[in-house]
């Protein structure tokens, strides 16, 4: 009896799907490039869908803001890692003109592209799932019988 690679993984239908979309989103940024809009369009679809497989089981506002907040420090931890460690490490063991290697241009751009997809969507998708949370709760009228306790 042959085992279905989902089964075997773990994987639901949905999630196989959306990594699928993932996969074919990677490859037309890879033949498109991201030195053009449809490109950029094209990573930012990639990178929503990563948040949305991420994040679709969230129930609780706490989650959302940590997600808010992990955005914004994150893009700020990055940006000093690279600019005052990474680069100065680099021009301490390999001089000024280290920083123009290849490597080095490399991370540049890793760097540079996490913060550039990761930030935006982690700031838009912490803020709109605690707003939509909270309006959720706030909508849903609350059992008094519930609250009242087990006595």
Not at 27 to 51: E, K
Not at 64 to 70: H, K, N, P, R, S
Not at 92 to 98: F, L, Q, T
């Amino acid at each position: 009896m042959p085992i279905k690679l989902s089964a075997l993984i773990g994987l639901k239908h949905e999630t196989g799907i959306l990594l699928a979309v993932f996969c074919v989103l990677v490859i037309g940024v890879v033949f498109i490039g991201l030195n053009d809009v449809p490109g950029y369009i094209l990573g930012y679809l990639a990178t929503t869908i990563v948040f949305y497989i991420a994040v679709r089981g969230w129930r609780t506002i706490k989650r959302f803001l940590i997600l808010f907040a992990a955005a914004i420090l994150g893009a700020i931890f990055l940006s000093f890692l690279y600019v005052e460690i990474i680069s100065r490490i680099a021009i301490m063991v390999g001089g000024a003109g280290v920083l123009e290697s290849a490597p080095m241009q490399v991370i540049e751009v890793v760097i540079t592209y996490i913060i550039l997809f990761a930030t935006p969507l982690g700031i838009l998708t912490g803020i709109v799932g605690s707003i939509t949370l909270g309006i959720r709760r706030l909508a849903t009228p609350r059992d008094e019988n519930s609250d009242a306790g087990s006595t």
